[in-house]
């Protein structure tokens, strides 16, 4: 059975840069895309990027212009930047497996879900 | 794509039918997964593409919609159903999500 099991320093100061890994345990990481999540303190969830395990990425234009991911199958581990940061970085962030199917209905249609996710690291940041 | 959800809380007994609305601001075919956040835990798959049951997750939960209106529906409230529900489009990047749902049980 697959887990993720992350890391990552967890109190950073304003325009500093997060850095977070991700280990995926159990299964191959290959084949499959993975995702960051982030959940700021008593907020929803907000869908950070993904990342393919042949290092394709999509971001969420919103943070575009900070964000790096990477992908080293021989480790099977994925990792997230996050440079600039400010307070509003502050938040609980997750890894996840991005699953798919294929579903047959009229035409074939991939979808997409977070199927599998890490249990979250706190980042903080604060002066 | 903007998702909203309805109620952002809700209180009910146990045994109870809930169900929770979510809407698109454009069209997402049936492209819809449904998460349940227990507090201190990471969300946990309950439905996607709108009403396919993630494997292991109890028959009472169960999605309906197509195009921009979707609900998920518990048939009969348990106490282990106190959580807070989302919804996310899967129709293109950024996978959005709606604000939660928060069900309390009285």
């Known amino acids: 059975q697959v887990q993720l099991q992350q890391w990552g320093a967890g109190l950073l100061g304003p325009s500093e840069t997060l850095s977070l890994t991700c280990g995926v345990y159990?299964?191959?990481?290959?084949?499959?895309?993975w995702t960051w999540i982030r959940q700021p303190p008593g907020k929803g969830l907000e869908w950070i990027g993904e990342?393919?395990?042949?290092?394709?990425?999509n971001f969420n234009p919103s943070l575009k212009s900070r964000v790096t991911m990477s992908v080293d199958t021989s480790k099977q581990q994925f990792s997230l930047e996050l440079s600039s940061l400010t307070a509003a970085d502050t938040a609980l962030y997750y890894c996840?497996?991005?699953?798919?199917?294929?579903?047959?209905?009229?035409?074939?249609?991939?979808?997409?879900?977070?199927?599998?996710w890490g249990t979250g690291t706190t980042v903080t940041v604060s002066s | 794509i903007q998702m909203s959800q309805s109620p952002s809380s809700l209180s009910a007994s146990v045994g109870d039918r809930v169900t929770i609305t979510c809407r698109a601001s454009?069209?997402?075919?049936?492209?819809l997964n449904w998460y349940q956040q227990k507090p201190g835990k990471a969300p946990n798959l309950l439905i996607y593409?709108?009403?396919t049951l993630q494997r292991g997750v109890p028959p009472r939960f169960s999605g309906s919609g197509s195009g921009t209106d979707f609900t998920l529906t518990i048939s009969s409230l348990l106490p282990e159903d106190s959580a807070t529900y989302y919804c996310?489009?899967?129709?293109?990047?950024?996978?959005?999500f709606g604000q939660g749902t928060k069900v309390e049980i009285k």
């Open positions: 996840a497996r991005r699953g798919n199917i294929m579903i047959v209905e009229d035409m074939p249609r991939d979808y997409y879900y977070m199927d599998v």
């Open positions: 159990g299964e191959s990481l290959s084949g499959y895309s």
């Open positions: 990342i393919s395990w042949r290092g394709n990425t």
């Open positions: 454009q069209r997402i075919s049936n492209y």
């Open positions: 593409a709108a009403s």
């Open positions: 996310q489009q899967s129709y293109n990047t950024p996978r959005t």
